[in-house]
């Protein structure tokens, strides 16, 4: 580096107080329009830090494009294939089992192997295992047996993630809850299908059982009189 020998003053740049490889440097003030687009750039950082970071009042960049990217995919509603596709996904499955444990586990336990809630890992189902019954489930509620409705707390994207876990716990059978509900069957046709078949075999076995009982008498009967004959 090659010594200041004297200060030079410069007609345009001013004092000149540095020279190296003949580039001089002067100090000069910045031109206020600089120095404000400079300090307006420190405020919007603080701003922004605040505002995505701390508070989380708008969603990140990434978040609101695979926020769109969904929408798109499920066109406002949920597919049996969207929600198969987030249970495959461990992204989705995570978050939901991270809200699982905040919301869910008080009654259905952490690994959802219930508790006042059903137990979810077995192969028998109230409401349907398949995955839109789940997520009906989990989205609409059963207000009336303690099953509280999510969508309109969560909202669509944390059912949607909510459903992706207990999609990938089903029929991973802990010990937990009695079974409750009907046994179902992946591609059975779901819960409803499964009751259908009870409920039409209701009607003939009840005429099948009152018949055994006309029968039943008329032997009792046979039986009496044969009793009644024989001290004669
Ligand atoms: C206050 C207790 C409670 C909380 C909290 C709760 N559940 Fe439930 N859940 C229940 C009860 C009780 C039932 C059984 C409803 C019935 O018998 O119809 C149930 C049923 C279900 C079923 C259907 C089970 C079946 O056999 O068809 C699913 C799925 C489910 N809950 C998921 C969840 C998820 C996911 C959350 C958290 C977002 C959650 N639950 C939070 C009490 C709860």
């Known amino acids: 580096m090659a010594e200041l020998k004297e ?30 687009t400079f300090y307006g750039a420190i405020v919007f950082a603080v701003f922004y830090w605040f505002a995505y970071h701390e508070f989380e009042a708008a969603p990140l960049p990434p978040q609101e494009y695979a926020i769109a990217l969904q929408e798109r995919a499920s ?55 398949g995955p839109t019954d789940i997520h009906a489930t989990i989205d609409e509620g059963q207000l009336q047996n303690g099953m509280p409705a999510w969508g309109p707390t969560l909202g669509g994207e944390s059912v949607q993630q909510l459903t992706a876990f207990v999609l990938s716990i089903r029929d991973t059978n ?48 046979e039986t009496d009189t044969e009793a009644s004959g024989t001290p004669t």
Request: aromatic share 6%; proline share 6%.
């Open 7 to 36: 200060k030079r003053h410069d007609a345009i740049q001013g004092e000149i107080i540095h020279v190296y490889d003949g580039i001089e440097e002067a100090d000069n003030e910045l031109p206020l329009w600089w120095l404000w």
């Open 75 to 129: 066109g406002g509603e949920v597919s049996e294939e969207l929600l198969v596709a987030l249970a495959n996904d461990p992204e989705a499955v995570s978050a939901g089992q991270a809200l699982f444990g905040e919301h869910c586990a008080v009654c259905h336990r952490e690994r959802g192997e219930g508790n006042i809630g059903p137990n979810l890992t077995d192969p028998y189902w109230i409401h349907g295992g």
């Open 174 to 221: 802990l010990e937990g809850k009695e079974p409750q509900g009907e046994r179902w069957v992946p591609g059975g046709g779901g819960g409803s299908a499964a009751e259908e078949p009870g409920d039409e075999g209701a009607a003939p076995e009840a005429e099948e059982a009152a018949e055994a009982e006309e029968t039943d008498d008329a032997q009792d009967a």
